[in-house]
């Protein structure tokens, strides 16, 4: 598959075309690869803000081929009493800032999140691309649809918007985020999780040639603490909690308010 990747022209964050080539990574011991996709993953970083991605995002037929299969772990109903414990305290620190009202999980995975979010007194519903997670989910009794966060039309409506190990599956993060915004109402609460680049942890996994998110055939970016703060800033949030997540190695988890105001429109923004 030679045109399995569709080119990033910039930084899918900033646009700045200066960005120099970082490292290349074998995926051929991912669960979910196969050919014909590629067997190496190259990436780059942006000399402008320091952003970390992949050299292109996979076209339509590559992403099928991608999509064909679901790792264990993110089958509806997988080890659910072990992952009933770690989704209790990541939904517990949100409950801190937000304690009732519609919570929307996108990329819902094993549907952890939901579950347990339902015991918390939450009204909870999911998201997600894969259709047999989604009938998976319907089969529990929660509402769940298979689309996108983009193309999800309920603006204002849920209080809580879960993105747990999502947003470095995006091709354009920065769409999903001006999405959750819509979509939360003011004040409401975004949780997101994903991979540290920041922590001492990805710094020693490096050292050792050992560092798994390199190889990552699902994901388009690697952020930092950092980053991730800029980012949630410009599209009208406030960081207001940090934790570290249970759910993947080295990872973080952050909860962000959304501001009362919307974030500004420039064209830099649309992108």
């Known amino acids: 598959m030679a045109e399995a990747?569709?080119?990033?022209?910039?930084?899918?964050?900033?646009?700045?075309?200066?960005?120099?080539?970082?490292?290349?990574?074998?995926?051929?011991?991912?669960?979910?690869?196969?050919?014909?996709?590629?067997?190496?993953?190259?990436?780059?970083?942006?000399?402008?803000?320091?952003?970390?991605?992949?050299?292109?995002?996979?076209?339509?037929?590559?992403?099928?081929?991608?999509?064909?299969?679901?790792?264990a772990g993110q089958r509806v109903g997988g080890d659910m009493e072990g992952q009933r414990w770690v989704s209790a305290r990541m939904i517990a620190r949100v409950a801190r800032h937000i304690s009732s009202g519609e919570w929307l999980d996108v990329g819902f995975g094993n549907g952890s999140l939901i579950f347990v979010a339902d015991e918390f007194g939450y009204t909870a519903s999911g998201i997600d691309l894969r259709h047999e997670s989604v009938a998976a989910l319907q089969h529990f009794g929660f509402e769940a649809y298979c689309t996108s966060v983009e193309q999800l039309d309920r603006p204002g409506q849920y209080s809580v918007v879960s993105m747990a190990d999502v947003l470095e599956h995006m091709p354009f993060p920065k769409k999903g985020l001006d999405a959750a915004h819509r979509l939360l109402r003011p004040g409401g609460a975004l949780l997101v999780s994903m991979p540290n680049m920041d922590s001492t942890l990805w710094r020693t996994l490096d050292a050792q040639n050992t560092n798994p998110y390199w190889g990552e055939i699902e994901h388009y970016h690697n952020f930092g603490r950092s980053r991730l703060y800029a980012l949630l800033q410009e599209h009208g949030f406030t960081p207001a909690e940090y934790g570290v997540s249970e759910r993947y190695r080295a990872c973080m988890e952050v909860v962000a308010l959304r501001k009362f105001t919307a974030p500004l429109e420039t064209e830099d923004h649309k992108n």
Not at 14 to 20: D, G, V
Not at 22 to 35: F, N, R
Not at 40 to 64: E, K, L, N, Q
């Open 5 to 71: 990747r569709t080119p990033y022209t910039g930084c899918p964050l900033c646009q700045s075309t200066k960005i120099p080539f970082l490292i290349e990574a074998d995926c051929t011991k991912h669960p979910l690869y196969q050919p014909p996709l590629p067997p190496t993953i190259r990436w780059h970083r942006c000399a402008s803000c320091s952003h970390v991605f992949t050299d292109g995002y996979f076209t339509p037929a590559a992403a099928d081929v991608v999509f064909r299969g679901t790792n």
